[in-house]
């Protein structure tokens, strides 16, 4: 009897890897996608049509949910929006906090993906790993807006408020022991700022873990070495940018090519991916 390998799945939105943002048809030979048809629209919310009968201030909150890892940036590219608009001009401080919790929100959303990554193809320690380094920028977004994830905190012409002059504390509850608190607390001493430098002191080791998690691992390299590779040519014509982009060997990143802020006074230099490393690269 002929055997036939060709035939049609459904890929999402239930399904757990797809995390309920799109469906996707695919045409699969074995196990190699031949096609694949996009259905999107399922986080679709009328954003800009709520916002028509908004006060500019009000419709801040509906940004942070267009993206709900990158709720910061999204919401920078708004209150940027209104204020060149009105040609107003913020203070030196302020653009130096957005552009702190821009790279806060960024690092939180490359934890998210590397820790997701991981999990949905059989590595689930990164993703405890992950979420462990999260937790401390979480409660960055804690500690300015009040909230953890849908902060509001951009305004146009500044920020809600000033960084807060001491770092909140854990303390004790139903879940959290005395004796847990000062182990918990010993970086929450000083300021946000404080508490940042130690998080950037020592987030370099808890990279090397995710890498040594990764880099060798039998399972996530049989699952991921030539698999979806994208060459820069390629991924130029599909129109990628951001990390795909740079994935791809493409030096290309907005916050160096058309900087805002004061991103044109930092200097920082742009990660590419190469070969087998893409994976790794953000």
């Known amino acids: 009897m002929e055997e036939f ?6 890929f999402g939105p239930q399904h757990p890897a797809a995390h309920g943002v799109l469906r996707l048809v695919l045409q699969m030979d074995g196990e190699v996608i031949k096609n694949a048809d996009p259905h999107i629209g399922l986080l679709h919310r009328a954003t800009e049509k709520l916002a028509e009968s908004k006060p500019y201030n009000q419709s801040i909150g509906y940004m942070d949910r267009l993206d709900y890892v990158s709720m910061m940036c999204n919401e920078h590219a708004y209150v940027l929006t209104i204020e060149n608009l009105l040609n ?19 690092i939180l959303n490359h934890l998210l993906w590397l820790g997701a990554h991981a999990l949905d193809i059989g590595a689930m320690s990164v993703f405890l790993y992950a979420f462990r380094e999260r937790e401390d920028l ?13 902060a509001t905190y951009y305004r146009p012409g500044g920020v809600f408020r000033d960084l807060p002059n001491q770092m909140p504390k854990y303390e004790k509850s139903q879940i959290r022991e005395t004796s847990e608190l000062d ?18 002191e020592r987030f ?25 590779v994208v060459d820069a040519d390629r991924a130029i014509e599909l129109g990628f940018t951001g990390p795909m982009l740079r994935g791809s060997g493409v030096a290309w990143d907005l916050r160096k ?15 590419i991916g190469k070969t087998v490393i893409h994976m790794i690269v953000i």
């Not at 390998?5 to 459904?10: A, C, E, I, S, V």
């Not at 060798?216 to 979806?228: E, M, S, Y």
Request: with cysteine; glycine share 6%.
């Open 5 to 10: 390998k060709n035939f049609t799945m459904n």
């Open 88 to 106: 107003i001009d913020i203070p030196e401080r302020a653009k130096y906090i957005r552009v702190m919790f821009d790279e806060i929100t960024r």
């Open 138 to 150: 979480m409660d960055c977004y804690e500690a300015v807006s009040g909230t953890r994830m849908h």
């Open 183 to 200: 182990s918990l607390n010993i970086n929450r001493e000083g300021t946000l700022l404080d508490f940042l430098e130690d998080f950037v």
């Open 204 to 228: 370099p080791k808890c990279i090397d873990e995710y890498e040594n998690l990764l880099t060798d691992n039998r399972i996530w390299k049989q699952r991921t070495v030539g698999i979806g």
């Open 257 to 271: 090519k058309q900087p805002y802020e004061v991103y044109d006074r930092l200097g920082f230099d742009i990660p």
